[in-house]
């Protein structure tokens, strides 16, 4: 193995293209949505976009394919010169295209055409996998993993080989460190049924067992990924959040950060982990067709979305006639008085925004050592409950200011005290809104918390709530 070497990713390009435009009738000679084209886009996908993908985290990638000298062999290869070093296979054939006709940004219908058959390897071809640091294989049944077959049973067990299976192609070579079907690819090579982690679970060992690999990892979408290993415990690793947005493309995304991190020494686990986190991202993001992937790439795009704006959001529910709802507090430690809370007053409208007060306003308010867990991760805390819709932070001891632009139907706080003396009531009433109080669960705050904490520490019995 080559410390120094690149990431070496052998697999098929594609060309992928989206015809992008509006529907608002239908064909008058068959019930089938009208596209009016607004855009029409190319980009290589594939083992294309897996090497695209993997380079932007500032890795050398050498990409071996099978490229013709057709059209769409020529803008794959202008579209990834300067990203990647190509080491072409001959093509017996023309490129293979996938076209998605969408409508408002949804796929009305997929069109494939076009197929070669590819040649045999190069010295260009060999030398770049015994230079490798770690090997991708994005296998789309084109042929041109199989071409390599002999090479790479040969690498396997010396680098870390990542294998990106399907279902018309041929089975991993023995040894691959880490193979990544989807869940339906592992669903259609085994006999087993359902779709409970188990099944999962048991389709990840009879699939390890057969390839001979040293684990076999079954993405879930939405859900994570399944790390199966022979004779291990399985390890689901969770989405670190829900992102809505295009899935094209997140399988080779996933498997392209799993390479880069192995080439970097990472445990599969650790993997694992971050090709989850990256690829909800990618998803977040817009998919394959985010047109910021072929933008010179700045750094990796590992943070997930930003957080709903509060604003747009008050914005677009008065919009359509909702009723806007909002809270506010400090939040320092979240507990069961505050999601009761939460919950409560997410019943009374149609979207709940929580005001949440900045690290300054909270020692202002609190005094010394306050707050215990900065802003960043009380809005993150609070943005992942279902019960919020969007989190916005204020400087002030108050959020009047805050409320003013925000101008929620309904404001709401916990606690025993009457509405018409809380402090935000006056500014809603001018423009009609309504402060409301709900019961607030007895003896949890976050200052008791503290409190019981600190006995805990010392060594004396918490005190009687």
């Known amino acids: 193995?080559?410390?120094d070497g690149p990431l070496v990713v052998v697999g098929d390009v594609l060309l992928d293209q989206d015809v992008d435009g509006r529907a608002t009738r239908l064909a008058p000679d068959a019930p089938v949505p009208?596209?009016?084209?607004?855009?029409?886009?190319?980009?290589?996908?594939?083992?294309?976009?897996?090497?695209?993908?993997?380079?932007?985290?500032h890795r050398p990638v050498v990409l071996v394919t099978a490229l013709g000298r057709d059209e769409a062999g020529d803008i794959a290869r202008r579209a990834l010169q300067g990203r990647v070093s190509l080491v072409e296979i001959p093509l017996e054939g023309t490129l293979p295209v996938k076209t998605r006709i969408l409508a408002d940004g949804r796929p009305v219908v997929r069109v494939d055409r076009g197929g070669g058959t590819p040649g045999r390897p190069g010295a260009r071809a060999l030398s770049a996998l015994a230079e490798a640091r770690a090997i991708l294989v994005a296998d789309y049944g084109r042929g041109t993993a199989d071409a390599l077959r002999s090479a790479l049973t040969a690498a396997a067990p010396h680098v870390p080989l990542v294998w990106d299976p399907h279902p018309r192609g041929g089975q991993p070579v023995a040894g691959a460190r880490l193979v990544t079907p989807n869940a339906a690819e592992a669903s259609a090579l085994t006999a087993v049924a359902g779709t409970s982690l188990g099944a999962h679970a048991d389709r990840g060992r009879e699939l390890a067992e057969r390839w001979a690999a040293g684990s076999v990892v079954i993405t879930l979408g939405e859900r994570g990924a399944l790390l199966v290993r022979p004779g291990a415990a399985p390890v689901l690793v969770p989405a670190p959040y829900r992102a809505g947005g295009d899935p094209c493309g997140a399988g080779d995304c996933f498997a392209a950060v799993a390479a880069v991190a192995l080439a970097e020494g990472a445990l599969p686990e650790e993997a694992?982990?971050?090709a989850v986190a990256e690829a909800a991202a990618f998803v977040g993001a817009g998919g394959a067709g985010n047109r910021g992937l072929w933008e010179p790439p700045t750094v990796p795009a590992v943070e997930p979305p930003l957080p709903r704006d509060a604003m747009r959001l008050a914005r677009e529910v008065h919009a359509r006639g909702g009723t806007v709802v909002a809270t506010g507090g400090c939040f320092d430690l979240l507990h069961a008085g505050h999601v009761g809370l939460l919950e409560n007053a997410a019943r009374i409208g149609d979207c709940l925004i929580v005001c949440v007060n900045s690290d300054a306003s909270?020692?202002?308010?609190?005094?010394?050592?306050?707050?215990?867990?900065?802003?960043?991760?009380?809005?993150?805390?609070?943005?992942?409950?279902?019960?919020?819709?969007?989190?916005i932070a204020f400087e002030e001891e108050t959020p009047v200011r805050l409320l003013e632009s925000l101008r929620p139907d309904v404001w709401v706080k916990g606690g025993d005290y009457a509405a018409e003396d809380l402090p935000e009531a006056e500014v809603l009433r001018t423009w009609n809104g309504q402060a409301v109080v709900l019961p607030y669960l007895d003896g949890r705050s976050t200052t008791s918390l503290a409190h019981r904490a600190a006995r805990a520490a010392a060594g004396r019995p918490p005190a009687a709530r």
């Open 1 to 3: 193995m080559n410390e």
């Open 34 to 57: 009208v596209v009016d084209v607004v855009e029409e886009r190319a980009r290589p996908g594939g083992a294309g976009l897996a090497a695209a993908l993997a380079a932007r985290h």
């Open 272 to 274: 694992v982990t971050r």
């Open 362 to 391: 909270v020692a202002r308010l609190k005094g010394p050592g306050r707050p215990l867990n900065p802003l960043a991760d009380r809005v993150r805390v609070l943005s992942a409950l279902d019960s919020v819709d969007a989190v």
